[in-house]
């Protein structure tokens, strides 16, 4: 069994820098076309020079696979309108927002989000794409992105036309607010939020490749992330969050958060969307679309291929990839760093 799909842009993902971007890029290029390539680097991106000079990395590391960084800049007070237009022509496309000490490397973010007002109208006039990592680090841990919702509420009503998106959604209230906001504003979903609930981190035993942030949380939140992720709602679109550590930075005290998920997300997407939809379904595809695909290929595709594009104004893919029936084991490492789901068989594979 295989079905051919557009290849998935991944609208959230760490790359990293050095070695470890070296050893994980490659994984990600062979997946997804695009993706949105977060700044929080070390040194942060925050200039146009910062910038070019990252996606000369990336695309350094990726060579050969046709993969397009979409690059990204880390907001702080100190950049200024001039800043934000040159990393617009540098080749920005969004610029990300982090609570100060909200999750890795983020001690340099943003304390009052109205110190960085500035910043927002000068994203808003170039037409850039506000990021948000929407967590209030002084709440606890389980409320903290619903706690940062009456700021995001805020800047979503102070500037009428910028675009938002609220990343790693992991919460059911901040499903219903993004819903309820404007088509200017959308959420990403990760694979890891869609299946875990805070048991599967810390239930029994400790399970430190399965701490992220935001924390995974209840029952009923997992249920409202998947039940997005499934909606067909085009204001939900995939971003992995795939999030690289070294098994040494995991495996310990103070253990860094990040699920490492580039690799095997659309694998458990594919099963996640045939148990759905599959079984029994009529099998008709989405209006209009003239192909004979199962109809849990086509609303996959639009998670993964196609919302997120649209969403941010790029071309749909044009390449595409295939979706085989083909088991695989996951393996305990990859090139050093633990996969999500290391060691289990999934039953999809996705090839070129
Ligand atoms: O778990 C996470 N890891 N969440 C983030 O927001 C950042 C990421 C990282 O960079 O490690
Ligand atoms: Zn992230």
Not at 143 to 156: H, K, N, Y
Not at 246 to 274: H, I, S
Request: glycine share 8%; aromatic share 8%; proline share 8%.
């Amino acid at each position: 069994m295989e079905y051919t799909i557009l290849r998935p842009d991944d609208m959230h993902i760490h790359l990293r820098q050095g070695d470890l971007l070296a050893r994980c890029a490659p994984h990600a290029a062979r997946v997804f076309g695009r993706a949105i390539v977060m700044p929080n680097t070390i040194p942060p991106i925050t200039t146009s020079l910062g910038l070019e000079r990252y996606r000369e990395e990336i695309l350094g590391a990726t060579s050969g696979s046709g993969f397009a960084p979409l690059m990204t800049f880390k907001i702080s007070e100190s950049i200024t309108p001039d800043d934000v237009a040159a990393l617009k022509a540098a080749g920005a496309v969004a610029g990300k927002y982090y609570p100060r000490g909200a999750t890795t490397n983020s001690a340099d973010g943003i304390g009052d989000h109205r110190a960085v007002y500035p910043v927002l109208r000068a994203m808003e006039q170039n037409g850039l794409v506000l990021c948000i990592h929407g967590e209030d680090p002084a709440a606890f841990s389980l409320d903290r992105e619903a706690a940062f919702l009456p700021v995001l509420s805020e800047i979503v009503a102070r500037f009428p036309t910028l675009r938002v998106v609220l990343e790693h959604v992991s919460s059911r209230a901040a499903i219903e607010v993004v819903a309820s906001m404007p088509e200017r504003v959308a959420a990403t979903i990760t694979v890891h939020h869609i299946f875990l609930t805070l048991d599967d981190v810390i239930g029994e035993l400790l399970h430190p490749h399965h701490f992220c942030k935001p924390v995974a949380k209840r029952p009923e939140d997992r249920d409202a992330v998947r039940e997005a992720a499934l909606s067909g709602g085009p204001r939900f679109f995939f971003g992995s969050d795939s999030a690289p550590h070294e098994q040494r930075a995991k495996e310990c005290a103070d253990g860094c958060a990040g699920v490492y998920t580039a690799p095997v997300a659309m694998p458990l997407l594919a099963e996640l969307f045939e148990r759905e939809f599959a079984p029994g379904a009529a099998a008709a595809s989405a209006p209009g679309v003239a192909d004979d695909r199962p109809e849990w290929v086509s609303r996959l595709e639009d998670f993964t291929s196609r919302f997120g594009a649209r969403f941010y104004g790029i071309p749909l893919p044009e390449d595409r990839v295939y979706l085989k029936r083909s088991p695989w084991d996951v393996p305990g490492q990859i090139d050093g760093i633990v996969p999500f789901r290391a060691g289990s068989r999934l039953t999809w594979s996705l090839t070129a």
